[in-house]
DNA sequence: TCAAATTACGGTCGACGTAAGGATC
DNA sequence: GATCCTTACGTCGACCGTAATTTGA
């Protein structure tokens, strides 16, 4: 699993469409396509169901979803806090 | 910056050290060092003070340990979250 | 001088993009 | 037949490991 493949399952989610999702992440369907299918492969288990106008979650996708989500906000968190001053005990 | 680069700073964090670090990841130190590097130079600051014996948390770096702790427990709980059946609603 | 970190270098594996191929309505 | 997803295929970049170099007590 990458971070990479998380927020490509995220914004999968968001569109219900590899299509528009890939536009989003300005990179091709097919990659796109490939990654969902690699990220579902390592954790064992469809996370969409295909339909012929796009895709929709699975209950294990939607369980998923809320722990991707906390993923990349943990990841967000951590570049601030670098970017961050530390406190200064003398203001 | 990718879960690899998280897993091995937390590595290098607890160890003290890059070499033993590289030992419990199963990778060599030329890549270790590496990845350290271009995780600081991603983030924009030194995340480690380097000494002849090893290496110390910067106040940057235990910011960013922290946040990186929970980056790779969400992933844990991501897929766990997979994994486990839905809860029954008969049952 | 010794232990640890870093840089150099060559090889391999992975990811992307374009193009072609299904499948479903 | 139109639209979306997927497979095929070739190219390029990223990462690793071995070997050599540097740094600091």
């Known amino acids: 699993m990458s971070l990479d493949q998380i927020e490509y399952f995220v914004a999968i989610?968001?569109?219900?469409?590899?299509?528009?999702?890939?536009?989003?992440?300005h990179i091709s369907q097919p990659p796109l396509s490939r990654q969902l299918?690699?990220?579902?492969?390592?954790?064992?288990?469809?996370?969409?169901?295909?339909?012929?106008?796009?895709?929709?979650l699975l209950p294990a996708g939607t369980r998923f979803l809320q722990h991707?989500?906390?993923?990349?906000?943990?990841?967000?968190?951590?570049?601030?806090?670098?970017?961050e001053r530390p406190p200064d005990p003398h203001t």
């Open 37 to 56: 299918r690699r990220l579902e492969d390592e954790l064992g288990a469809p996370l969409f169901e295909r339909h012929p106008r796009g895709v929709t």
């Open 68 to 83: 991707a989500r906390s993923v990349l906000r943990e990841v967000d968190r951590a570049r601030r806090a670098v970017a």
């Open 13 to 25: 989610a968001e569109e219900g469409n590899i299509g528009r999702a890939a536009l989003r992440l």
